[in-house]
Every structure is written in structure tokens, then in C-alpha cells.
T-cell receptor, first 111, second 114 residues
């Protein structure tokens, strides 16, 4: 079955710096790659997603890149702000019903 | 406003009790899911449903059961709660069809079994 690994598990950056979180997956048939943000005590919410026919997608300070050959995709947050502090989950879907989530990255943005 | 609702939000019960966690959505979605998550940790899929009268077990072994009699309602039942069931339970839904889309999560039920 699909296996998703997410790194790092914890990331601390200074406000204004960039943050990068990387995920690798095992199933080459995977074709949908969403990223979710979960603030403390809140529900996970989608912040950006990418499909397998696209290499990069950007939404303001957030971008996702996908390398299908290497089977990895990354979340990039630029000009980080304290409100970006949260747990971020990558996820992978192979076209089946189930979405497999990474273990999460706890991001701390220090003011 | 379309949303996903979960009740109760917090529940503290004794070992051996039977409980039902409620999940309802007004999103008009066919697909629904239950996840178990220790706060801030990995999400584990325990049940999912394609639609009415469809239920499947997820990857994480669970002693809970689910039912899907109505499209908007997907309750989860624990017949005999144990301390190992202490966790947060998140319900989610997503659109129907072959195109993959985001999952929308409910606020969660935080369960403590004493």
C-alpha cells in the first residue's frame, strides 16, 4: 500500500524566513497531493493542493512543488508570520477512496 | 452555511460504556470519513463510506462501528469503551465523483475513557 513520509517533524524559523516541508511517497500511481494546516485545537483545513499533471502551484506566500520521478513533493512558505505556526500535514491519494496522511510537521514561527 | 457538525465536542466516560459519536454534514457530500487523532499527531483513517448503506474499515484497526442510513449522517459507535480509546475523533466529508478533492473536517470529539 501507499506509504507517506514527512520531514521534518518539527521546524522552527524566525519570522520573515522561509519554511520548507517535504513529503515522499511510494505509489507511482498517486495523483492528488493536498496539504492541510491544523492550528492548535482546531480542525485540519486545506491550504493548497496539486495534481499529478502539474509541477508547481502557488497561492500568495504558499507554494507546492511536485517531482513525480523522485516521488516527492514539498510545501514552501515564504515570509513566515507567527500565525503560520501550526501542524502541517501532507497527504497522498492514488485515485482510490483513501487519502494517506503524513505524520505532520509542527512549525513554530518566532516573532 | 454548509458545514460538518460533531457532537459531543468533549466526552468523559467510564470503562465499559457504550457511546455514539455523532457526525452530520450539510455539504451535500456522498463520501464521509472517521479519523482518530491524538492532538497534533498523525491522522489515522478508521472508517469511511461512499454513500448510503456503504461502510468500510480504514487502515487503523478499530473496535468501533459505523452506519450510513442517511447521506448527511455518519455516526460512530463504541460498544464498550476502554482507556485505549481515549483520543480525538474527527469526521470528514468530500465531494462525490472521480475527481479527487479536499476533505472537509468537523471540529472533532475529544473522548476520554477513565
Amino acid at each position: 500500500g501507499e506509504n507517506v513520509e514527512q520531514h521534518p517533524s518539527t521546524l522552527s524559523v524566525q519570522e520573515g524566513d522561509s519554511a520548507v516541508i517535504k513529503c515522499t511517497y511510494s505509489d507511482s500511481a498517486s495523483n492528488y497531493f493536498p496539504w492541510y494546516k491544523q492550528e492548535l485545537g482546531k480542525r485540519p483545513q486545506l491550504i493548497i493542493d496539486i495534481r499529478s499533471n502539474v509541477g508547481e502551484k502557488k497561492d500568495q506566500r504558499i507554494a507546492v512543488t511536485l517531482n513525480k520521478t523522485a516521488k516527492h513533493f514539498s510545501l514552501h512558505i515564504t515570509e513566515t508570520q507567527p500565525e503560520d505556526s501550526a501542524v502541517y500535514f501532507c497527504a497522498v491519494n492514488t485515485g482510490g477512496f483513501k487519502t494517506i496522511f503524513g505524520a505532520g510537521t509542527r512549525l513554530f514561527v518566532k516573532a | 452555511e454548509a458545514d460538518i457538525y460533531q457532537t459531543p465536542r468533549y466526552l468523559v466516560i467510564g470503562t465499559g460504556k457504550k457511546i455514539t459519536l455523532e457526525c452530520s454534514q450539510t455539504m451535500g457530500h456522498d463520501k464521509m470519513y472517521w479519523y482518530q487523532q491524538d492532538p497534533g499527531m498523525e491522522l489515522h483513517l478508521i472508517h469511511y463510506s461512499y454513500g448510503v448503506n456503504s461502510t468500510e474499515k480504514g487502515d487503523l484497526s478499530s473496535e468501533s462501528t459505523v452506519s450510513r442510513i442517511r447521506t448527511e449522517h455518519f455516526p460512530l459507535t463504541l460498544e464498550s469503551a476502554r482507556p485505549s480509546h481515549t483520543s480525538q475523533y474527527l469526521c470528514a466529508s468530500s465531494e462525490s465523483g472521480l475527481v479527487l478533492n479536499e476533505q472537509f473536517f468537523g471540529p472533532g470529539t475529544r473522548l476520554t475513557v477513565l
